[in-house]
């Protein structure tokens, strides 16, 4: 399928579970998509969540998950009161990854410019079989064990830090998607 065929298909429809953009990266996705070379397959504007651990790293089972910052501890506390197991529980802050696919090299090698310009630390070509995509993601991650069979790991002053230390990361995130956005714009010439 060739990349314009591609772009149209995905335009068709939204394919996250959530069914729409998240609102604090949509402005982002909404300015790639306008470019002819490049579009968006997928995208996060980072998010906390506390989750279950079933078995591997891969089965998780999601007690909450904000899309924004968290201004309220208290709906984390009643989803960790009615958890039983054995499974641990890990409170994270992952952060924003976008997904873009490019017309070419030279528009992949632009795009990784401007994110790398923006604060984007991670990022590259992941395929090119077919589709050339680029994925960039923040680095700022918390992964904090909560508790396990073993025991709890936590106080409720501690999930408050947690919770501050996590919103402050939502906000250098927010600020490399702003980043992004204005080096975009500021280079918006050079892609079209």
Same mark, same amino acid.
């Given at each position: 399928?060739?990349?314009?065929?591609? +772009?149209?298909?995905?335009?068709?429809?939204?394919?996250?579970?959530?069914?729409?953009?998240?609102?604090?990266? #949509?402005?982002? $996705?909404?300015?790639?998509?306008?470019?002819?070379?490049?579009?968006?397959?997928?995208?996060?504007?980072?998010?906390?969540? $506390?989750?279950?651990?079933?078995?591997?790293?891969?089965? *998780?089972?999601?007690?909450?998950?904000?899309?924004?910052?968290?201004?309220?501890?208290?709906?984390?506390?009643?989803? *960790?009161?009615?958890? #039983?197991?054995?499974?641990?529980? /890990?409170?994270?802050?992952?952060?924003?990854?976008?997904?873009? =696919?490019?017309?070419?090299?030279?528009?992949?090698? /632009?795009?990784?410019? =401007?994110?790398?310009?923006?604060?984007?630390? +991670?990022?590259?070509?992941?395929?090119?079989?077919?589709? *050339?995509?680029?994925?960039?993601?923040?680095?700022? =991650?918390?992964?904090? *064990?909560?508790?396990?069979?073993?025991? $709890?790991?936590? +106080?409720?002053? =501690?999930?408050? +830090?947690?919770?501050?230390?996590?919103?402050?990361?939502?906000?250098?995130?927010?600020?490399?998607?702003?980043?992004?956005?204005?080096?975009?714009? #500021?280079?918006?010439?050079?892609?079209?």
């Amino acid at each position: 399928m060739d990349f314009d065929k591609k +772009r149209e298909t995905a335009f068709q429809r939204d394919k996250s579970k959530r069914g729409h953009v998240d609102e604090g990266i #949509k402005e982002l $996705v909404d300015l790639i998509n306008s470019f002819d070379n490049i579009f968006t397959t997928s995208s996060c504007a980072g998010r906390i969540c $506390v989750v279950k651990k079933i078995k591997g790293k891969k089965d *998780l089972e999601f007690l909450f998950c904000s899309h924004e910052k968290v201004k309220d501890i208290t709906i984390i506390d009643k989803n *960790l009161s009615d958890v #039983k197991g054995k499974e641990s529980v /890990w409170l994270l802050f992952q952060p924003s990854i976008i997904h873009v =696919c490019c017309r070419t090299h030279d528009d992949a090698a /632009w795009f990784l410019t =401007c994110a790398k310009s923006a604060g984007y630390k +991670r990022g590259g070509i992941i395929s090119t079989k077919g589709t *050339l995509m680029v994925e960039i993601i923040g680095t700022e =991650c918390i992964e904090h *064990l909560l508790y396990d069979a073993k025991g $709890v790991y936590y +106080r409720d002053e =501690c999930l408050e +830090r947690l919770i501050y230390y996590a919103n402050n990361k939502f906000d250098s995130n927010s600020l490399r998607i702003s980043r992004l956005i204005n080096d975009l714009k #500021k280079n918006i010439n050079n892609s079209k």
